[in-house]
């Protein structure tokens, strides 16, 4: 058997996914990743004796608990599993309707519950592992005008790998939360990035930030997914792995910016709006 760590990457036929299985396999990795499609991870990645491509539809029980079995059957275990399957949505809270709001949540939130709850119970059997859930900087501040359902998507992943990291300690087992700024991948591309069925036109602004996004910053991204990759990879290597993994430049300044304006509110309301306490009798 293979001693090299595995990984388990879901979403990885394209984009940061992508770029991470293909460091993994260079630094001879075991890798078990994921895809709709078979045909389109081969197509991608190539043949290697160390890879298992497998099929999976991330919103599927069945589908998540076969993958994992299937890469346990092939390595042995499973050391670090990367929740990457996702895909952007815009439009305004008001234009989107019920069904593509929850589709989104199904697939970025579900999708990656579906993928923890079938493979806690053999990274708590081993008592070691590593979760990485792919955020966003959009889920640490929703300060994007049409993409709110895809923050509240990420909000929510921020939330629970938080929770999750609190309730796998004991277990050898840690969680880290990953917030890419703008990279270069096709993740703004029509087939990654969905639009609103029924746009309302007087919400300028959102149209203005919809086009931005799919004609001007599309391809003119400043991050390198490779660069990306490879930082994950150290977290996953390091003993004092982070939780909170911010990527690039610009979600480090992004960050910043929301950590100083809540300090700023926290520091504008503080008296009054501790005052809130029962009045202590003498």
């Not at 300690?169 to 917030?179: E, H, L, Y």
Request: proline share 3%; glycine share 8%; aromatic share 8%.
């Amino acid at each position: 058997m293979n001693t090299q760590k595995t990984w388990f990457v879901t979403g990885a036929s394209k984009g940061l996914g992508l770029s991470l299985v293909k460091q993994l396999l260079n630094k001879g990795y075991n890798v078990a990743a994921t895809s709709r499609s078979i045909t389109n991870l081969t197509n991608v990645v190539g043949e290697h004796e160390n890879f298992l491509p497998l099929s999976v539809n991330i919103k599927a029980e069945d589908s998540v608990i076969s993958a994992i079995d299937q890469t346990i059957s092939r390595f042995g275990k499973i050391d670090v599993v990367v929740n990457n399957a996702g895909y952007g949505l815009t439009g305004s809270l008001e234009e989107l309707s019920d069904e593509e709001a929850r589709e989104n949540f199904d697939v970025n939130v579900f999708g990656s519950l579906n993928v923890i709850r079938a493979v806690m119970p053999h990274l708590r059997a081993q008592q070691s592992g590593h979760i990485f859930n792919v955020s966003s900087i959009g889920g640490f501040t929703g300060n994007f005008p049409g993409f709110g359902i895809y923050c509240a998507t990420k909000f929510a992943v921020q939330g629970f790998t938080e929770s999750l990291a609190a309730e796998s300690k004991s277990f050898g087992v840690k969680a880290t939360i990953v917030s890419p700024g703008y990279f270069r991948t096709n993740f703004l591309a029509p087939d990654s990035l969905s639009t609103p069925k029924n746009e309302i036109q007087a919400y300028k602004e959102v149209r203005a930030v919809q086009a931005a996004h799919q004609n001007d910053i599309n391809g003119n991204q400043a991050g390198d997914p490779d660069k990306a990759a490879l930082v994950m990879i150290a977290a996953a290597e390091s003993t004092e792995a982070p939780m909170h993994l911010f990527l690039g430049a610009d979600a480090y300044g992004i960050a910043a910016q929301k950590m100083e304006d809540v300090k700023a509110d926290m520091e504008a309301w503080r008296e009054l709006a501790t005052s809130t306490g029962f009045e202590v009798e003498a």
